[in-house]
């Protein structure tokens, strides 16, 4: 996977509670079975007409917003437990989602494929829309290391949790194979010093 240090990017406000996986990717699209080209139908139903036209009231389709970081509401990625919601959101180029609230399974989604879940308190998260509304330019910070994220145009600033194992992971670029391949020196000992335990046993 890609690290994941500190990231400095515009954002893309999306002010809406429970947005569930099926509107994230709907299920009609999830036949694929590799990552790539879920970007295309992120939000499908919100973001195109029937006959494929754009919606030019939706966020997406708007030029004044772009950046590597989504910025949602409350309860974001609730619903089903599709993996696919992840990999729609890093494909279409997203790398972190800031809401004050995730879904267990979708955070955990997210963390497991690359793409950062920033949960942060309700005051913060409006007060980053009030950024945005303010300047479609406005930057954020995220910086996992430190674990806090940062608005520069109003200075506000706020830590957040993540897991130490999945923060390491993100941090190196490892998934859940790539961190066992990382140890397999130590886990190759440990069988060595097991077997001789279980020698010396009998």
Not at 14 to 37: C, H, M, N, S, Y
Request: with cysteine; glycine share 6%; aromatic share 10%.
């Amino acid at each position: 996977m890609e690290k994941f240090t500190t990231l400095h990017s515009t954002a893309v406000p999306l002010p809406i509670e429970e947005v569930d996986t099926d509107q994230i990717i709907p299920a009609r699209f999830l036949k694929a079975t590799t990552r790539e080209g879920f970007g295309d139908n992120l939000f499908r139903d919100w973001r195109y007409e029937n006959d494929g036209r754009p919606k030019a009231d939706f966020v997406l389709n708007n030029p004044l917003y772009s950046g590597k970081i989504l910025v949602a509401g409350r309860n974001f990625g609730c619903g089903s437990s599709r993996e696919h919601a992840a990999w729609a959101l890093y494909d279409y180029g997203f790398r972190a989602v800031v809401s004050s609230f995730f879904a267990d399974i979708f955070r955990a989604n997210a963390l497991n494929n690359g793409l950062l879940p920033v949960q942060v308190s309700q005051e913060l998260l409006h007060g980053i829309f009030t950024a945005i509304e303010a300047d479609p330019q406005a930057a954020l910070t995220i910086d996992l290391e430190a674990q806090r994220i940062h608005i520069a145009a109003s200075g506000l600033s706020e830590g957040f949790e993540i897991d130490t194992y999945k923060k390491h992971c993100l941090l190196n670029g490892l998934d859940d194979i790539d961190f066992l391949l990382s140890i397999q020196d130590q886990i190759e000992a440990y069988e060595q010093s097991r077997r001789q335990q279980l020698t010396a046993a009998q």
